[in-house]
């Protein structure tokens, strides 16, 4: 059974810092590109990062490129999310998905396997 597991939310000053994870388990993980989407209420879900499965190509949305770093660590079956100078627009659900053999889409329907979600709050 495959699990996507998410850790690292929580409520913040702007300003502020957070790294979130993304503990996988139930697939071999480097054949995986991961990818990170938001979802603000009253919002549709936006991409935010992805990285390939090699590793070798990130993306990030306009709105985050600069402060935020998605990272992955194959031996520990884990993607991470840098979030740095965080402001109130970051305030959203984060999502950690996976897209078998993928670089790194912005695509949400080409991940297959999804996390249940973690709440980010940044208070002015």
């Known amino acids: 059974q495959v699990q996507l597991v998410e850790s690292g939310g929580g409520l913040v000053q702007a300003g502020s810092s957070l790294r979130l994870s993304c503990a996988t388990s139930g697939l071999i993980f480097w054949n995986f590109a991961m990818g990170w989407f938001r979802q603000a209420p009253g919002k549709e879900r936006e991409f935010v990062a992805a990285?390939?499965?090699?590793?070798?190509?990130?993306d990030y949305a306009d709105s985050v490129r600069g402060r935020f770093t998605i990272s992955r660590d194959d031996a520990k079956n884990t993607a991470y999310l840098q979030m740095n100078s965080l402001n109130g627009e970051d305030t959203a659900v984060y999502y950690c998905?996976?897209?078998?053999w993928g670089t790194g889409t912005r695509d949400d329907s080409r991940y297959r396997y999804w996390g249940q979600g973690i709440q980010v709050s940044v208070s002015a």
């Open positions: 998905a996976a897209d078998p």
């Open positions: 990285v390939g499965w090699s590793g070798g190509s990130t």
